[in-house]
């Protein structure tokens, strides 16, 4: 049970560490073309990376939009503007 944690634990870690090292990886639809074939002689954009050719890793993505969430509750509320 003892290893069996410590395995889990190390490989979200080792996630992790991946995920802040190398947030992008290649898109597994596309393969890294930024392309996909539609029809026999018809090529389009990926729909999923934009054509970009990466996407962000999904750890990456929970843990941005953590931080945004973190951000937003804890810093203070910008002043209203003065009026004219
Ligand atoms: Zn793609």
Redesign the pocket.
């Known amino acids: 049970m003892l290893i069996a944690s410590l395995t889990a634990l190390a490989t979200l870690a080792g996630y992790a560490v991946l995920c802040a090292i190398q947030p992008f990886t290649v898109?597994?639809?596309?393969?890294?073309?930024?392309?996909?074939k539609v029809t026999r002689h018809g090529v389009k954009v990926?729909?999923?990376?934009?054509?970009?050719?990466y996407?962000l890793r999904a750890g990456r993505r929970l843990n941005n939009h953590g931080r945004r969430i973190h951000h937003d509750g804890t810093r203070p509320n910008p002043s209203p503007r003065p009026r004219p």
Request: charged share 35%; glycine share 16%; hydrophobic share 5%.
């Open positions: 898109c597994r639809k596309c393969h890294g073309t930024g392309a996909r990926c729909r999923r990376c934009h054509g970009q050719r996407r």
